[in-house]
């Protein structure tokens, strides 16, 4: 098993353009998560998915942030415009719902600088 | 919604010591209550978890307690190594047998073993 697969791993683009995280979640998984970390905020969650459907996107900064999970093995972030303020490192995760057991498996993130 | 407080923010101990660290939460609704270890640089990875029927369990040198009533709930990590060397989440969900809430993660606590 490869794991949550995330692109890019790094990605660095100048203010007011556009920017699109790409996820890969595991296999069989039901659950996909979008996290934000900084050192500042921690580990915030940003949306998640349940059978690809958005659950809560409460977590999401404003407008500029969006969502998608077309079908059950892709995700995609996207910042449109992106602003320095949105620098940090952004995690994948999935997870297969069922009693008793919830473990999130991360992804190895996105390191994004907007400059 | 629900906010999980955690603490302390920094610790060191010295090789071969044990380390406690504390977390409480708001939502008297949660029911399970995971840890997660981050390594420098590296993705967020599940070390225990525990649900809200059980007061304690331990995985060979780590253990977590659940105080319901009191609302916190606490990792113990005994005979400490260099590579306990890490960032550790607690976090806390209202993940249901049939259905499943997201987790919302502490603050992290950074956790330093001195050789």
């Known amino acids: 098993d490869a794991g949550v697969i995330q692109s890019p791993r790094h990605e660095v683009t100048e203010m007011g353009q556009e920017v699109t995280l790409r996820c890969k979640p595991i296999s069989g998984h039901n659950s996909l998560f979008w996290y934000r970390q900084t050192m500042m905020r921690g580990l915030e969650l940003l949306i998640y998915?349940?059978?690809?459907?958005?659950?809560?996107d409460s977590g999401m900064p404003e407008d500029r942030f969006s969502a998608k999970m077309p079908n059950a093995s892709f995700s995609t972030l996207k910042i449109q415009p992106s602003e320095p303020r949105d620098s940090a490192v952004y995690f994948c995760a999935s997870s297969f719902s069922k009693i008793s057991t919830y473990e999130q498996y991360f992804g190895p993130g996105t390191r994004l600088t907007v400059t | 919604g629900e906010n999980v407080e955690q603490h302390p923010s920094t610790l060191s101990v010295q090789e071969g010591d044990s380390a406690v660290i504390k977390c409480t939460y708001s939502d008297s609704a949660s029911n399970y209550f995971p840890w997660y270890k981050q390594e420098l640089g590296k993705r967020p990875q599940l070390i225990i978890d525990?649900?809200?029927?059980?007061g304690e369990k331990k995985d060979q040198r780590i253990a977590v307690t659940l105080n319901k009533t009191a609302k916190h709930f606490s990792l113990h990590i005994t005979e400490t190594q260099p590579e306990d060397s890490a960032v550790y989440f607690c976090a806390a969900s209202r993940g249901g047998e049939t259905s499943y809430d997201k987790v919302i993660f502490g603050p992290g606590t950074s956790l330093s073993v001195i050789p």
């Open positions: 998915f349940n059978n690809n459907v958005p659950i809560d």
């Open positions: 525990i649900r809200s029927n059980v």
